[in-house]
């Protein structure tokens, strides 16, 4: 039983890495890719909203079919009001990222997202009055650091495309870290909530 876990488990973390890593490009490889548009012109794409509105339409698919074929997740206590809450500080992140992507090349939104550890621990700390013991706010840091030291250290390829970056773009980053630590942080709260024994 217990080495039927631990697979659960390392097949889980696997997907949630490659789910993660292949969704990064596929964005980057939309938002930065020029299109022709009707006239003919080549141009980036802007449509941001509809980009959310499908991913959202997926997701929610992607639940039914969990729900449906897997009937025991609907046994949820978690209230309604609290899915709204999270549902809100997730679109709200996204749209903030999507949107950042035309106002700041990839390294730096990949710089900025790195740092989302330290948000979710903040607002869990604000919220929730969540404490932190030494050691996990030593690996916090270890790993936001290693991803800045990667980043901004790595070789450039010198082009003009991955050069610019505005105060918006940095700013519309920084809100979908808020808004990636509001979210984070009502999901570290509610889902530990659900794990405990309900005897």
């Known amino acids: 039983?217990?080495?039927?876990?631990d697979l659960e488990f390392v097949f889980c973390v696997v997907g949630i890495y490659f789910c993660y890593v292949y969704y990064a490009v596929l964005q980057e490889r939309i938002t930065t890719t020029k299109y022709?548009?009707?006239?003919?012109?080549?141009e980036k794409f802007s449509h941001t909203m509809?980009?959310?509105?499908?991913?959202?339409?997926?997701?929610?698919?992607?639940?039914f079919c969990v729900l449906f074929f897997l009937p025991g997740n609907?046994?949820?206590?978690?209230?309604?009001?609290?899915?709204?809450?999270?549902?809100?500080?997730?679109?709200?992140g996204m749209l903030s990222?999507?949107?950042?992507?035309?106002y700041v090349n990839f390294p730096t939104t990949v710089l900025i997202k790195s740092c989302k550890m330290l948000p979710v621990m903040l607002m869990n700390f604000l919220l929730?009055?969540?404490?932190?013991s030494a050691r996990e706010i030593i690996c916090v840091f270890f790993i936001t650091a290693g991803v800045y030291v990667f980043t901004?250290?790595?070789?450039?390829?010198g082009s003009k495309a991955e050069k610019f970056n505005t105060p918006a773009g940095v700013l519309l980053s920084?809100?979908?870290?808020?808004?990636?630590?509001?979210?984070g942080a009502q999901q570290d709260q509610h889902c530990k909530g659900e794990s405990r024994p309900s005897g």
Do not use: H, W
């Open 1 to 5: 039983m217990a080495v039927k876990r």
């Open 97 to 102: 990222s999507y949107e950042a992507l035309k």
């Open 152 to 157: 901004v250290f790595k070789p450039s390829s």
């Open 74 to 92: 609907s046994r949820c206590q978690v209230p309604q009001r609290v899915f709204f809450s999270m549902s809100l500080t997730y679109i709200g």
């Open 36 to 42: 022709v548009n009707e006239d003919g012109l080549a």
């Open 50 to 63: 509809f980009m959310m509105f499908i991913q959202c339409v997926a997701n929610s698919i992607f639940a």
């Open 128 to 132: 929730y009055k969540r404490r932190y």
């Open 174 to 183: 920084m809100l979908s870290l808020a808004m990636d630590g509001l979210t």
